[in-house]
């Protein structure tokens, strides 16, 4: 089993729709729970930060951690074509016995939103 | 604009060959990272920098070297490139030295390898 799971989608939407993005993980020690935006041909960027479980919000976005569950989502609100990116979840952990922590991505999901 | 510079874009070369892939931080970070994306395998830590020191060391391949400078710029050194090598090369710099993962990324730099 991979420590991140996140369906590669093609996932495609009519603008105005409300976007749900998920990733399921097995590694009980992520503490820290992120999304990155990655349009095309560029790097990814910071979308949602999160600490341990609950929900954070920033305008159409809310991003919510279930750790009980080992799943974490994001929700894009009234969706628009400037949206349509891949959506990368990413989580970290402290590293067993180390003093560094350890990033993992998720595959990302590519999402079109259509006008 | 991040603020993390990439040098250079695009880079096309043979088989065995070497090359150089530079990185310049937002101004103020110190931590630098480098990351491999391609299809199969999706964005792929490969080591980090802090201050100059390595930090944090992931899949990099022993035929890969990296360095962080005084100025605290870093450089990617990939040697007896192969075809699987051809891949997306990220940098992305941080205020810290853990990986929490507040990570501003470069635009990248697309190798390709024939």
């Known amino acids: 089993q991979k420590e991140v799971e996140q369906d590669p989608g093609p996932l495609s939407v009519p603008e105005g729709a409300i976007v749900s993005l998920n990733c399921t993980y097995s590694n009980s020690a992520f503490q820290y729970f992120m999304w990155y935006r990655q349009y095309s041909r560029k790097g990814p960027e910071l979308l949602m930060y999160?600490?341990?479980?609950g929900n954070k919000e920033d305008g159409r976005f809310t991003a919510q951690v279930d750790k009980s569950s080992k799943y974490i989502s994001l929700f894009i609100r009234d969706s628009q074509p400037s949206d349509s990116a891949t959506y990368l979840c990413?989580?970290?952990?402290?590293?067993?016995?180390?003093?560094?922590?350890?990033?993992?991505f998720g595959k990302g999901t590519k999402l079109s939103v259509i006008p | 604009d991040s603020g993390v510079t990439q040098t250079p874009k695009h880079l096309i070369t043979a088989t065995g060959q070497r090359v150089t892939l530079r990185c310049s931080p937002r101004s103020g970070d110190l931590s630098v990272y480098w990351y491999q994306q391609s299809l199969d395998q999706g964005l792929q830590f490969l080591i980090q920098?802090?201050?100059?020191?390595?930090?944090a060391k992931g899949n990099i391949l022993e035929r890969f070297s990296a360095q962080q400078f005084p100025d605290l710029h870093s450089e990617l050194n990939l040697s007896s490139l192969e075809l699987g090598d051809s891949a997306l090369y990220f940098c992305?710099?941080?205020?810290?030295?853990?990986?929490?993962?507040?990570?501003?990324f470069g635009e990248g730099s697309r190798l390709t390898v024939l």
């Open positions: 992305a710099s941080s205020a810290r030295d853990m990986n929490t993962g507040e990570l501003f």
């Open positions: 990413a989580m970290s952990a402290k590293r067993a016995g180390a003093g560094s922590y350890q990033l993992t």
């Open positions: 999160t600490y341990s479980s």
């Open positions: 920098y802090y201050n100059g020191e390595e930090r």
